[in-house]
Every structure is written in structure tokens, then in C-alpha cells.
């Protein structure tokens, strides 16, 4: 792996895991990991998973000291362009500091769901006429839940933002929203994408807890090496070692995860690109005008995307973990072997394929009958029309939704993630989607290296890019070496008509 001066930097904050993403100004590109620390609760109470704040620091010190440790060098003071950084962040993550800049609890996460009445108080105050729709783990009814559980933290009370939002005023001394995460929290008018203080003032707070917002993807500030911290002197302060290390980097607002994971699986904002990931979570991407009517009853998520866009989202939440539980059931000593694998799914007897049923809340599959009489190689393609069939039929929907609202653009299917990897599971998307677009051009991700798979650090990564080319997100598709796409592999002859004829048949 070259290394050299480090130009652009991303964080990757998830639920399980810290990653660093680094790239020069030659392209090269590096990664480093590790297991998420801090995980605790608030009050000891289960019902509010959250994440100690303290550990931050540590770790991302330790992740810059592991790509040191390669050679890359961080900095940049003597430059003329100045490094740029930004970060990926497991969405509805709640900060509350105190009027000294200190944390008053974790970060409360979004795994907390405890806010369920206080959803409904707001629903009827008629919150969700200007912010959108609110769910129990959105920041706006997690503040109101925690301060009726504890109601003196109201006098101490001084901020209100997310952890991504955190990590840019520690490190530059601006308080900010991002309106990635900001916009998916309640917090945001829909329309204006500027604080919503009338909400805000329904919902009994304060505005002024709450900074103003930061569109995603522009400057909110420069690391301060000496910049005062509240939270003790200069040898006290376990920011200040990372403050000098990163003096002069300019910090770009963040994403939140979805966000962030589009992005870097090549969302484009022109409306035509759709994007599957057959990764740890099976996803699928859409970017549409923020204006379109969409059927109230849809499927698709809705989240911020840049622009006037918005950005849908369906999800096979148990994608990965779905194919590792076949792995270790039925192929533990191939696991690390995916080439074989996929190799394996190719020789399969198409004419004998059969679905797996799959239980995305009991996270279970149920087997065919007779199933432990079929080869290995039948069980891997079994489990692999069985995952796409899931996606497809999620495409499906998404672009029923989009087409009832005439809006449907897309003409390019593009397939990423880990099961990208697999010829076979190719030949299965190529498939579907000629049988949903027939005129579909249809493309997987040429993208190689450490940062090919790991689509949410690589979206805070272009994040971080896009100041330079003024937020102009086509731009960087443009330069061609962003997001490289080659041709979907196509089932050849008989075999094409066979996993169509399969895949109608299961709903396609």
C-alpha cells in the first residue's frame, strides 16, 4: 500500500465499529479499523443503549497512530491547499452538552425507542406538517423523553446536536447541524432545510440549544491547534493531541449513515442511477426530487440527500449476516474462501434452483425440503438467488413508487457490495433488472483496493471532496476515476431464459 501526505480524511462511526478512510492527491487510498468502544447505557437503564463519549478521542487517535504506523503523515501546515476531513455517522446518535461544552449523558442511540409517547405528543402539536415524519429514535422526542425522565438537565443544559456535530466542535471550536443527520432527526424544516424554531419552541425547548444548520458537504471550520477546551488544560485534554495533528484541516459537514453509504456505493444526484449493495446490509438507492409526491403508503425511507434531492431507501437489513449464517452452518471451512465459493454457484443445475425463505425480524431462513441432500454448490446458488430475489423485489417496489409519482428516471442499475464479487449472483441481478427495465444498462462497481466494500467510509470521503468542486457531487462521477463501472456479467444462451422464467416466477 503506497502512502504518502494525506489530502482527504473520513470517519466512520458506527454502531460496531471506528474506521478511518485516507486518500493522497495521487488517489491512493488506505483504511484502518476497530471494534466500537463505549457502548454503556444511560442510567442503567436498557431501554436507552448509548455510547460513552470519552472513548472518542482514544480511538481515533489510535486509528491515525495505525495509518502513521504505514507512513502517512498528516501534517499539511506547510501546504497551499489545506487537508479536508468529514465523517460517517450511525444516524439519531443524541449529544447534550452542558453550558461549559461538557457531555451531560452518553450519547443516547439509535437503538433507543423509548420515546414512543412523546411521538405521539408531537404528532399532535402537528410537528409533522414541517418536519416530516418522526419515529421514536429521532432526537426530537429522545430530548423530551430524556428531560421528563430527568428534568433538572433542562438548567444545565447549553447544546443539542449528534455525535458527527460533536466531532467537528471539538475539534474546531463551531457549534453546527449537519443537515444530513439533522434533517432525519426532526430537527429541520423540510422545505427551508434551516433549524425549525417553531418546532422546536412546540416541543417546550429552547432554539438557542440547538446550533444553526451546516449543509452536508460544506466547510464548517478549521482544526484549531490551539484552541481553548473546557474540558481542562492542554496536557489535560485528550483532543489536543489530535488538534495538532490535524492543525489547519478543514472540517466539512458529515453524513449520516444512510447518506453516507449511498453515496459511496455512487449515488448520483441527476435521478438517474439506481444502486444495489449486496453488502452487510442489502440496500437500495435512489436519489428523486425532494418535490415528488411519493404514495403515502410507500415502502421507500425517505432521508436527505444533497440539493434538492432525496434520497430513497429500501433495506435487506440482514443481508451479510444472512449469508454468513449459511456459511457457518453449512460451509465454516470455506468462509474465508468466497472465490470458491462463488466458483461453486456456477456449477449449480439451474433447472433444480429452488428459494430459500427468509425472516428479516426473526433473522431465520427456513430450508427447501430434501435440502441436506443437495450439493454445496446447489445450497451456495440456492442462497444466492434467494438473497437477489430479495433485492430485486425490493427494486420493484421502489420504482412502482417512483413511477406512480412520474418521476422515474433511472436508466443504469449499478451492483455493488461483497456478493457483487460472485458471477453468479451477476447473471441473477442482470436478470432481474432487464426483466423490471428491459432498455436498464446494467453495471457493477469497478472500484478496487481497501476502500472497495466499505461504502460509508468512502461516502464521507467524497463528502469531504466536494468544497473543492463546489458541492457539484456530477463533477467527481465525472473525473471517472471516483466510481468506475464496468459491464454486469450476462447469463449466456439458455441460462438467461431459465433465470428469468425462475425469478418471474417468485414475483419478479
Request: charged share 20%; glycine share 8%; hydrophobic share 40%.
Amino acid at each position: 500500500m503506497a502512502a504518502g501526505l494525506a489530502d482527504l480524511l473520513a470517519l466512520d462511526v458506527t454502531t460496531s465499529e471506528f474506521a478511518v478512510a485516507v486518500r493522497d492527491d495521487q488517489g491512493n487510498e488506505d483504511y484502518a479499523s476497530m471494534p466500537m468502544r463505549g457502548a454503556t447505557t444511560w442510567r442503567n437503564d436498557a431501554a436507552f443503549p448509548a455510547f460513552d463519549l470519552k472513548e472518542v478521542p482514544g480511538m481515533l487517535r489510535d486509528l491515525l497512530g495505525m495509518l502513521q504506523g504505514r507512513g502517512w503523515r498528516f501534517d499539511r501546515r506547510d501546504q497551499s491547499v489545506p487537508g479536508c476531513l468529514s465523517v460517517a455517522c450511525r444516524q439519531h446518535d443524541m449529544v447534550l452538552l452542558d453550558r461549559e461544552d461538557k457531555p451531560l449523558l452518553p450519547a443516547v442511540s439509535w437503538q433507543c425507542n423509548a420515546a414512543a409517547a412523546e411521538v405521539e405528543t408531537l404528532r399532535q402539536r402537528g410537528v409533522e406538517k414541517t418536519v416530516g415524519r418522526i419515529e421514536p429514535r429521532f432526537v426530537l422526542p429522545k430530548l423530551s423523553c430524556v428531560l421528563n425522565r430527568q428534568p433538572d438537565l433542562k438548567d444545565q443544559l447549553g447544546t443539542v446536536f449528534m455525535t458527527g456535530d460533536w466531532i467537528a466542535q471539538r475539534l474546531t471550536g463551531q457549534r453546527s447541524l449537519s443537515t444530513s443527520d439533522a434533517l432525519s432527526n426532526g430537527l429541520l424544516d423540510q422545505k427551508t432545510r434551516q433549524r425549525a424554531d417553531a418546532v422546536i419552541e412546540k416541543a417546550g425547548f429552547c432554539t438557542a440549544w440547538f446550533p444553526q444548520a451546516a449543509q452536508s458537504g460544506t466547510v464548517v471550520g478549521t482544526v484549531q491547534a490551539d484552541m481553548v477546551s473546557a474540558e481542562g488544560g492542554a496536557g489535560e485534554d485528550p483532543w489536543q493531541p489530535l488538534r495538532e495533528t490535524l492543525a489547519g484541516w478543514q472540517f466539512v459537514a458529515g453524513l449520516g449513515d444512510n447518506h453516507a453509504s449511498a453515496v459511496g456505493c455512487g449515488m448520483t444526484d441527476d435521478y438517474r442511477k439506481l444502486v444495489v449493495s449486496g453488502g452487510t446490509s442489502g440496500t437500495i438507492n435512489l436519489s428523486c426530487p425532494k418535490n415528488i409526491e411519493l404514495p403515502e403508503n410507500g415502502d421507500s425511507l425517505r432521508f436527505e440527500f444533497y440539493g434538492d434531492s432525496l434520497l430513497l431507501l429500501l433495506m435487506l437489513a440482514d443481508c451479510g449476516d444472512w449469508y454468513n449464517r449459511f456459511l457457518d452452518r453449512f460451509a465454516p471451512e470455506l468462509k474465508q474462501t468466497m472465490d470458491e465459493l462463488n466458483n461453486l454457484a456456477l456449477s449449480a443445475d439451474l433447472t433444480a434452483l429452488r428459494r430459500v425463505l427468509h425472516d428479516d425480524a426473526a433473522h431465520s431462513e427456513v430450508f427447501p425440503p430434501s435440502w441436506g441432500h443437495c450439493t454445496l454448490g446447489a445450497k451456495v446458488a440456492d442462497t444466492q438467488l434467494s438473497i437477489a430475489l430479495e433485492l430485486l423485489l425490493r427494486v420493484k417496489r421502489m420504482l412502482a413508487e417512483v413511477r406512480a409519482a412520474g418521476a422515474s428516471n433511472v436508466d443504469t442499475y449499478v451492483l455493488t457490495g461483497g456478493l457483487s464479487q460472485s458471477l453468479f449472483f451477476q447473471c441473477l441481478f442482470y436478470a432481474g433488472i432487464k426483466l423490471l427495465a428491459p432498455e436498464a444498462n446494467v453495471q457493477v462497481s469497478g472500484r478496487t483496493g481497501p476502500l472497495r466494500y466499505k461504502t460509508s467510509a468512502y461516502g464521507a470521503l467524497i463528502n469531504a471532496e466536494l468544497p473543492r468542486v463546489d458541492g457539484k457531487l456530477s463533477e467527481l462521477h465525472a473525473a471517472g476515476n471516483r466510481f468506475p463501472l464496468v459491464d454486469c456479467v450476462q447469463p449466456q444462451g439458455p441460462s438467461g431464459a431459465t433465470l428469468q422464467y425462475l425469478l418471474q416466477s417468485y414475483g419478479i
